[in-house]
């Protein structure tokens, strides 16, 4: 995207002169820091969409949830909370100090599980309506164009198999995908702030430990990160017995649902500065495979972590 389209969006907020300058991308948008006068600033270009409704739910639960290490979202000039960058919308953040969480001790996991637990009881109390997203179990729903073959359409028939199951668990709002990318750690390498609402959605509760589970099973080390984390988990969050029993099956969701989501993007052509499709596309069906038979040995292992 032109650098003067940027700044000349940047017009809308502020006064005098801008420095943008680059950083890292998400998978899905284009994020942009911004250096003014008046301070830091982080901004974010959707590519996935141009939907303004989405956009205001998520701008809605940031608001209601101040009073956690979340994103404050920063007014135009007239005091709009979005602006459009050629067909694109925009929406301009307070810069947050830290880095992207790295888990390399103990303690920094026991922080993140019980920092997500924390998260999650806040939300348990937000209400905006059921979000623009589907629950993670309406796969064939929020990918109705999109031909899965092999592994994936086998899970994806089981999970249509599970569907009464799924919706007889505990539902709320949930961040919808937290990772490391969307976690900054302080100078101690302590979580100190939850990034990236845009797929916050009225869920199953438990999805959102199964997310970050999925994620730290990615790691070469994870039982012991995985064991901690659970502790710091459930130090905040009692799961029921029945969501327990079905967190392996929600792991798979997750991984699923990243597949068909970026193989959604790739027959549209979408692509990111963070991603090339087919490499991104063939690691993310390695990781479906192997978390797949991971859950298949170690499920009932990770189940007795959450007790």
Same mark, same amino acid.
């Given at each position: 995207m032109e650098t003067q389209q940027l700044l000349k969006t940047l017009t809308l907020y502020f006064d005098g002169k801008c420095e943008?300058?680059?950083?890292?991308?998400?998978?899905? *948008?284009?994020?942009?820091?911004?250096?003014?006068?008046? @301070?830091?600033?982080?901004?974010?270009?959707?590519?996935?969409?141009?939907?303004?409704?989405?956009? #205001?739910?998520?701008?809605?639960?940031?608001?209601?949830?101040?009073? #956690?290490?979340?994103?404050?979202?920063?007014?135009t000039k007239d005091?709009?909370?979005?602006?459009?960058?050629?067909?694109? #919308?925009?929406?301009?953040?307070?810069?947050?100090?830290?880095?992207?969480?790295?888990?390399?001790?103990?303690?920094?996991?026991?922080?993140?599980?019980?920092?997500? @637990?924390?998260?999650?009881?806040?939300?348990?109390?937000?209400?905006?309506?059921?979000?623009?997203?589907?629950?993670?179990?309406?796969?064939e729903k929020s990918y109705p164009m999109v031909k899965a073959t092999g592994l994936v359409q086998e899970l994806l028939e089981e999970v249509k198999g599970l569907m009464a199951q799924f919706k007889?668990?505990?539902?709320? #709002?949930?961040? @919808?995908?937290? *990772?490391?990318?969307?976690?900054?750690?302080?100078?101690?390498?302590m979580p100190c702030a939850i990034l990236d609402f845009e797929f916050v959605t009225w869920d199953l509760r438990a999805m959102e430990v199964a997310i970050c589970l999925s994620e730290l099973l990615q790691e070469d080390d994870y039982f012991n990160g995985l064991k901690a984390f659970c502790e710091g988990y459930k130090s905040v969050v009692s799961l029921t017995e029945a969501e327990i029993?079905?967190?392996?099956?929600?792991?798979?969701?997750?991984?699923?649902?990243?597949?068909?989501?970026?193989?959604?993007?790739?027959?549209? @052509?979408i692509e990111t500065e963070a991603i090339e499709s087919e490499l991104f596309l063939q690691k993310q069906l390695l990781s479906l495979q192997k978390q797949h038979q991971w859950l298949v040995d170690h499920g009932g292992l990770l189940m007795e972590y959450l007790r």
């Open positions: 943008i300058l680059h950083g890292s991308s998400g998978m899905n *948008n284009l994020t942009r820091f911004i250096r003014h006068e008046s @301070g830091e600033y982080v901004m974010r270009v959707y590519q996935n969409h141009a939907d303004v409704s989405r956009i #205001l739910v998520e701008q809605a639960v940031l608001d209601q949830l101040q009073v #956690l290490p979340v994103p404050r979202i920063v007014l005091g709009q909370t979005m602006a459009k960058v050629g067909e694109k #919308l925009a929406v301009v953040f307070e810069f947050k100090k830290g880095q992207n969480l790295k888990l390399e001790r103990i303690d920094q996991y026991v922080a993140y599980g019980k920092m997500v @637990g924390q998260l999650s009881v806040k939300l348990r109390d937000v209400f905006v309506g059921e979000g623009e997203y589907l629950p993670y179990y309406e796969l007889a668990l505990p539902h709320q #709002l949930i961040h @919808g995908d937290i *990772n490391c990318s969307n976690m900054l750690m302080d100078d101690l390498g029993l079905m967190i392996p099956w929600l792991i798979r969701l997750r991984r699923l649902d990243v597949m068909l989501h970026f193989l959604e993007r790739h027959e549209r @052509g």
